[in-house]
């Protein structure tokens, strides 16, 4: 019995080499890149978090120096994430309460600069918001066919609403009526009915002698003749 056993065993053995003989080398091959790819996931994982503890500490050290008036510091801080952590959502956002800083300080140039920095570095989202605010920007410069340019870059569907707006404000200050009630109606049309803003379009089309829904009962007049 015992015998049986031994020739038993000897002979898995001899399997076991035969296997590892004809496939150790892939084996060892792909476990290599196994591990060399999960190493290199969690440096990466690593590396990410690092970022945003870092990026935030700076955005915070710029949330704390707006706080306190602190202009030359928030501007240090900014300047630091920005260089170090510009693909961070950290950097974004704090671009944009940057520039909002910026506007009530009445510095407009610079708050032109950090939302033009949004608008190119940030995900749709964001260029889409950082284009609204500086085409405000832009108006208050009175840079009015600027502000236009800038609106003419394609936005996310739920910013339809305020971009046509932002439009016909510009069209408005332009002293072109015609086109600044059209862009006013588009926008009423696109904004969901629940949406307080939507009132304060109505206002708009409402001082320049025309009503939300004006363009559409053109329409159906003309399709029933």
Do not use: C
């Amino acid at each position: 019995m015992a015998n049986h056993l031994d020739l038993e065993e000897q002979e898995q053995i001899e399997q076991l080499k035969h296997f590892w003989n004809s496939w150790g080398t892939l084996i060892t091959a792909i476990l290599v890149v196994v591990f060399a790819a999960l190493a290199g996931w969690n440096g990466w994982q690593y590396w990410q978090k690092r970022q945003a503890v870092q990026a935030s500490a700076l955005e915070y050290a710029v949330d704390e120096a707006l706080l306190a008036k602190d202009a030359g510091r928030a501007d240090h801080a900014f300047a630091e994430l920005k260089e170090k952590f510009a693909g961070t959502i950290q950097a974004t956002q704090t671009a944009l309460q940057m520039a909002k800083a910026s506007v009530e300080a009445g510095k407009l140039d610079d708050a032109k600069a950090q939302l033009s920095w949004v608008a190119e570095k940030g995900d749709e989202g964001y260029k889409a918001l950082a284009r609204l605010r500086l085409s405000a920007v832009l108006e208050e410069q009175k840079n009015y066919d600027e502000g236009l340019k800038v609106l003419e870059a394609s936005m996310p569907e739920s910013f339809a609403g305020l971009q046509a707006d932002r439009r016909g404000d510009l069209y408005a200050a332009l002293g072109k009526q015609a086109e600044a009630i059209t862009q006013y109606q588009s926008a009423y049309k696109a904004m969901d009915k629940e949406l307080d803003y939507r009132h304060l379009v109505e206002f708009k089309l409402n001082a320049l002698g025309a009503a939300p829904e004006a363009a559409t009962l053109v329409k159906t007049t003309s399709s029933e003749k």
